[in-house]
């Protein structure tokens, strides 16, 4: 077994993995960054980068958003969401519209200027705490084990790396879109997220993306995606004038559901958890900005306490403190204006 060749591994090349990287590597440790899809990755995702991640960018990387990783329309002017009463609530705030694999590719770029080592198709089969280290053994066997002092999972809703470790699983919602060559009467600028009942088990959405129309549902019974698309496409229709000329690609995806306790796994020995594997994610899907939050309060801590990893744990953790509150904060808003999110309403 090769023995601390990089002082981080970090599992994951999206935002959250990048911005660890970045932020770890600018500082004069050595990290590996391990991705377990070619790059660039393509991620099934709105694209919808609102201001303050857009700040985290600018914050992180010293770097705004280049127009090459863009689709039209370019400016997201905010989201309008519609309660269970079909009445809507829009929310101005400026931000953009990407394509995820340009743009998580685009911080990737900048972590490897910074001295990262990344390797793609590649994934990690297993994880041990050791001592001193932790040890990690990949997909392809011709690159052996590796050893590191912490590891960083990244990895998104599903955690090969977590499972390993605390042989957990997580409640999943099952998201599919569709993208449309088509019109429709709304204005392309804006995210529209539907709460209604009738229309998912979760929320279903609308955007615009290099002028095809993006309408996707999610649910927690995949058996349930055809009757709730079929269903949301016909509102669509008699709501705002939906005409569909010819569907271009579907696809699904999942993410984790967040519980009303807001349970956050921060890590287990020197394997720390960020992003959405870790439990930070913001309603309706919005991962990007407390991915990378997360990702660099990780990274500080390991910065500033690498020698100790129990402090490495209790300072991320304490780190956090305002982004989840933050993040309570967003999910506490979506249950004032939907039934289905009543359970995450904060108590007082």
């Not at 955690?159 to 204005?187: E, H, M, P």
Request: glycine share 6%.
């Amino acid at each position: 077994m090769e023995r601390n060749n990089h002082d981080i591994i970090v599992v994951g090349a999206g935002p959250t993995g990048a911005t660890c990287a970045k932020i770890l590597s600018e500082n004069g440790f050595s990290v590996l960054v391990v991705e377990k899809c070619k790059l660039p990755r393509y991620k099934s995702c709105s694209g919808m980068i609102i201001a303050k991640t857009a700040a985290l960018v600018k914050e992180y990387f010293h770097a705004d958003i280049p127009d090459r990783v863009k689709c039209t329309p370019y400016d997201n002017y905010g989201m309008v969401f519609v309660n269970d009463e079909g009445q809507e609530y829009k929310f101005e705030q400026r931000g953009h519209n990407v394509w995820r694999s340009d743009f998580d590719n685009f911080l990737l770029e900048m972590a490897e200027e910074k001295g990262a080592e990344v390797i793609d198709g590649v994934s990690v089969s297993s994880c041990k705490n050791l001592d001193d280290c932790v040890e990690v053994t990949f997909s392809d066997s011709s690159i052996g084990k590796k050893s590191a002092k912490y590891l960083i999972d990244c990895e998104g809703a599903i955690g090969t790396v977590k499972r390993s470790l605390l042989n957990c699983d997580k409640d999943y919602i099952i998201t599919y879109q569709a993208f449309y060559n088509g019109k429709i009467n709304l204005d392309p600028h804006y995210f529209y997220a539907y709460l209604q009942p009738k229309l998912s088990q979760y929320d279903a959405w609308f955007n615009v993306k290099d002028d095809m129309l993006v309408l996707g549902v999610a649910v927690e019974d995949k058996s349930k995606i055809k009757e709730y698309n079929d269903r949301f496409i016909k509102y669509m229709q008699e709501k705002h004038n939906l005409v569909i000329d010819k569907k271009v690609k579907e696809e699904k995806w999942i993410m984790p559901r967040v519980r009303p306790d807001y349970v956050i796994d921060y890590g287990i020995g020197r394997a720390l958890f960020a992003g959405e594997v870790a439990g930070f994610l913001n309603p309706m899907g919005e991962g990007i900005s407390c991915g990378m939050e997360s990702g660099y309060y990780c990274a500080r801590a390991v910065i500033e306490n690498f020698n100790d990893s129990q402090k490495v744990l209790s300072a991320y953790k304490q780190n956090t403190t305002d982004l989840l509150a933050y993040m309570k904060r967003q999910w506490h808003l979506v249950s004032i204006m939907s039934s289905k999110f009543k359970y995450m309403e904060i108590k007082k």
